[in-house]
């Protein structure tokens, strides 16, 4: 089975533009969480979605960052306008909700340089 | 809140002597717990992980970690450590209670075995 598929693997863009990061689940999986990875930082959690819905956004950094599921097989996060501090590794993470405790299965991840 | 810590930034063994990686949290309420590698440019791995039952619990590649309650440990053990260990481990706690879904990372250690 594929695993979690995120795109593109490295972006490097200039400030001010606007960036996309896109991630397939694992089919079947109703939960999918944004992780944000840097050096200073570790790993932060930006938002959950349960059945393609927002349950915590409390992570997302700021008014810049947005994310959406529109169906249980894609989501996307976005940042406009981006800045440099906003380089870092950003993680789709899925996991089947409601049964005893699943394990996260994570994705490549992709590298976004701002420059 | 709960909370992750690992006191290693990292941990240097010798190939074929046993490795042991720390962790201690602290959540409301039992915990699961969980163990990651990641390594260079790849997102991350599981490895194992206690929700309940035996202390001792094993996963993948050989390792194993001990869920000791009275001193909220769970630490990454491997009785013959090979080179291709060498990784970032992470160790992650999430809440054992009905609706509870964050899963919170500790900042990571840097494991490297030495030929």
């Known amino acids: 089975d594929a695993g979690v598929i995120q795109s593109p693997r490295h972006e490097v863009t200039e400030m001010g533009q606007e960036v996309t990061l896109r991630c397939k689940p694992i089919?079947?999986?109703?939960?999918l969480f944004w992780y944000r990875q840097t050096m200073m930082r570790g790993l932060e959690l930006l938002i959950y979605?349960?059945?393609?819905?927002?349950?915590?956004d409390s992570g997302m950094p700021e008014d810049r960052f947005s994310a959406k599921m529109p169906n249980a097989s894609f989501s996307t996060l976005k940042i406009q306008p981006s800045e440099p501090r906003d380089s870092a590794v950003y993680f789709c993470?899925?996991?089947?909700?409601?049964?005893?405790?699943?394990?996260?299965?994570f994705g490549e991840g992709s590298r976004l340089t701002v420059l | 809140a709960q909370s992750v810590a690992q006191p290693e930034d990292q941990v240097n063994v010798a190939e074929g002597n046993p490795l042991t990686v720390k962790c201690t949290y602290s959540?409301?309420?039992?915990?699961?717990l969980f163990w990651y590698v990641q390594y260079p440019n790849r997102g991350l791995q599981f490895l194992l992980k206690?929700?309940?039952?035996?202390?001792l619990v094993k996963g993948s590649y050989g390792f194993e970690a001990e869920f000791n309650k009275s001193q909220t440990s769970f630490h990454l053990k491997k009785p013959s450590a090979l080179v291709s260990d060498s990784a970032l481990y992470f160790c992650?706690?999430?809440?054992?209670?009905?609706?509870?879904?964050?899963?919170?990372f500790g900042k990571g250690t840097k494991l490297s075995v030495i030929p």
């Open positions: 993470a899925s996991t089947k909700q409601g049964g005893v405790a699943g394990e996260l299965f």
């Open positions: 089919s079947g999986h109703n939960s």
């Open positions: 979605f349960n059945n393609n819905v927002p349950i915590d």
């Open positions: 959540v409301s309420g039992n915990p699961y």
């Open positions: 206690y929700i309940t039952g035996d202390n």
């Open positions: 992650a706690v999430r809440g054992a209670g009905a609706g509870s879904y964050q899963l919170t």
